[in-house]
């Protein structure tokens, strides 16, 4: 009787960690699937103009975009401006912002078809509402640093972490601070501060 | 067998070395054809290091002042700080091994660096410069 009952004890242990293990695959295998969509901003495997998963900013999916414009800097995502800031940057490459940045016409073209195709004004996602919200329609903005939602954003940043800062510069580098920013994922708890440390 | 497999990154690394120095051949050759007599290195290398006014900047610049003076050596983007990676196929083997990006960056670098574009001779004179390294 006694040994029944012990049996019966082991039988449901046994059945309460095939459940939490299968739980735990279950979970795992998610979040596999969010990463490999994550990962995506090269443009692999996606559609030229498509937009990969993500809870954050849309992710660069052009490859060229990639390549060309991260050469020298962080490839900002197209949903942080409207279309008529990229219309205006990629037509006055020769001198963008005091560099010369010419390229090739027929690959300028395409960078801007792809940059027109997901700018803010073009895809629905929250953050590229906030910033649209935050620019006035007569005003074309040619830095996302200057438009009034990433400026309340970085309100509480002062100068010495940023502009003064060897290691960071400008607020032109999003990835120096935001971890994930490649990944589309600009949260506060993600920001590490060179020289300074986490923000939080 | 496991004692050859050294062999492999050497011979990945002469094939490197190899594509930059066609490609570099081949450039000379074009630049040649627009009227450049041969490639001296000594001579892209005092071009390299010549200073220059830029006018947005209100300073003195030079290829170097990104690049370093040193081609083995990672430079950093004058404004943006941005790491740039070292020029030297030597120790860059992905250098020099693209025609498109060797005239994309000639284009933008000269008129920005000297204020104008860079002739054919002064093209040859880089290239020989940077491959020597």
């Known amino acids: 009787m006694k040994n029944m009952k012990l049996n019966r004890f082991w039988g449901m242990l046994l059945f309460a960690g095939c459940i939490t293990l299968s739980m735990g695959t279950l979970a795992w295998s998610d979040s596999d699937d969010y990463?490999?969509?994550?990962?995506?901003?090269a443009g692999e495997g996606k559609a030229e103009g498509g937009w990969g998963r993500t809870t954050g900013v849309a992710l660069v999916t052009n490859k060229q975009y990639q390549t060309e414009c991260s050469a020298c800097h962080f490839a900002?995502?197209?949903?942080?401006?409207?279309?008529?800031?990229?219309?205006?940057?990629?037509?006055?490459?020769?001198?963008?912002?005091?560099?010369?940045?010419?390229?090739?016409?027929?690959?300028?073209?395409?960078?801007?078809?792809?940059?027109?195709?997901?700018?803010?004004?073009?895809?629905?996602?929250?953050?590229?509402?906030?910033?649209?919200?935050?620019?006035?329609?007569?005003?074309?903005?040619?830095?996302i640093s200057e438009t009034a939602y990433f400026e309340r954003k970085h309100d509480e940043v002062p100068a010495r972490m940023v502009r003064d800062n060897p290691k960071v510069r400008s607020f032109a580098n999003c990835a120096t601070c935001h971890s994930g920013a490649e990944k589309g994922s600009f949260d506060e708890d993600g920001v590490v501060i060179p020289g300074f440390g986490s923000w939080e | 067998m496991k004692k050859y497999l050294w062999i492999i990154p050497m011979l990945l690394q002469a094939g490197a070395v190899h594509a930059s120095e066609a490609v570099v051949q081949a450039q000379i050759v074009g630049y040649e054809q627009q009227g450049a007599s041969g490639a001296d290195a000594a001579r892209g290398q005092a071009s390299w290091n010549e200073q220059h006014m830029q006018p947005d900047l209100g300073k003195m610049v030079s290829c170097a002042s990104c690049h370093s003076t040193d081609l083995t050596q990672a430079g950093e983007h004058m404004r943006t700080a941005k790491r740039i990676e070292p020029m030297a196929?030597?120790?860059?083997?992905?250098?020099?091994?693209?025609?498109?990006?060797?005239?994309?960056?000639?284009?933008?670098?000269?008129?920005?660096?000297?204020?104008?574009?860079?002739?054919?001779?002064?093209?040859?004179?880089?290239?020989?410069?940077?491959?020597?390294?």
């Open chain 1, 35 to 41: 990463n490999k969509a994550g990962s995506k901003y």
């Open chain 2, 89 to 133: 196929p030597s120790v860059n083997p992905e250098r020099l091994t693209d025609p498109a990006k060797i005239e994309k960056w000639f284009g933008r670098n000269c008129e920005w660096t000297i204020g104008r574009d860079c002739t054919a001779q002064e093209k040859a004179d880089f290239l020989a410069f940077i491959q020597s390294k």
């Open chain 1, 76 to 143: 900002y995502q197209p949903s942080f401006l409207p279309e008529r800031s990229w219309v205006k940057i990629m037509g006055g490459l020769s001198d963008h912002f005091g560099e010369n940045a010419k390229l090739d016409e027929a690959i300028r073209v395409s960078i801007e078809n792809y940059l027109r195709g997901n700018a803010a004004d073009r895809i629905p996602n929250r953050y590229s509402r906030s910033f649209l919200r935050s620019i006035r329609d007569d005003a074309t903005p040619m830095r």
